[in-house]
């Protein structure tokens, strides 16, 4: 593997910057969905410690984001548990799909690791 992306180099490339943006905005997307529920939680009898949770969750999303950016292997194992998480306790708690989540997972495992995969090298 190390023969395959020899000529790499650390430098973030469009490739890498595009697909982080993209699983900000899908990210910024489910964020948006959860405040909107927390707006409207007395009308849909929503627990409290369930928000705390949720939100918990987004920020761990956003920190593998930013850990991906700055090279850091945590982030590129952070994301995902967090984003599944996400879906996870939307589907359980209040039956709700989100697509948004699918979606994230779906860029991440494509287009995401399309581009981290050969920067693998410069991570630590």
Same mark, same amino acid.
């Given at each position: 593997?190390?023969?395959?992306?020899? +000529?790499?180099?650390?430098?973030?490339?469009?490739?890498?910057? #595009?697909? #982080?943006?993209?699983?900000? %905005?899908?990210?910024?997307?489910?964020?948006?969905?959860?405040?909107?529920?927390?707006?409207?939680?007395?009308? #849909? +009898?929503?627990?409290?410690?369930?928000? /705390?949770?949720?939100? $918990?969750?987004?920020?761990?999303?956003? =920190?593998?984001?930013? %850990?991906? $950016?700055?090279?850091?292997?945590?982030?590129?194992?952070?994301?995902?548990?967090?984003? #599944?998480?996400?879906? =996870?306790?939307? +589907?359980? /708690?209040?039956? !709700?799909?989100? /697509? !948004?989540?699918? !979606? +994230?997972?779906? %860029? /991440?495992? !494509?287009?995401? =690791? %399309?581009?981290?995969?050969?920067?693998?090298?410069?991570?630590?």
């Amino acid at each position: 593997m190390k023969d395959e992306f020899a +000529n790499e180099n650390p430098k973030k490339d469009l490739g890498f910057i #595009l697909s #982080l943006c993209a699983l900000v %905005l899908f990210s910024i997307m489910g964020i948006g969905i959860d405040a909107d529920e927390f707006l409207q939680k007395k009308d #849909l +009898n929503i627990p409290e410690w369930y928000f /705390y949770m949720i939100f $918990f969750v987004d920020f761990l999303m956003i =920190l593998g984001i930013v %850990l991906i $950016f700055y090279y850091r292997k945590i982030g590129i194992f952070i994301f995902p548990v967090a984003v #599944l998480m996400h879906y =996870l306790m939307h +589907n359980y /708690y209040l039956s !709700t799909f989100l /697509y !948004t989540d699918v !979606t +994230n997972l779906f %860029l /991440y495992i !494509t287009v995401g =690791l %399309l581009a981290f995969i050969p920067k693998w090298q410069f991570f630590k």
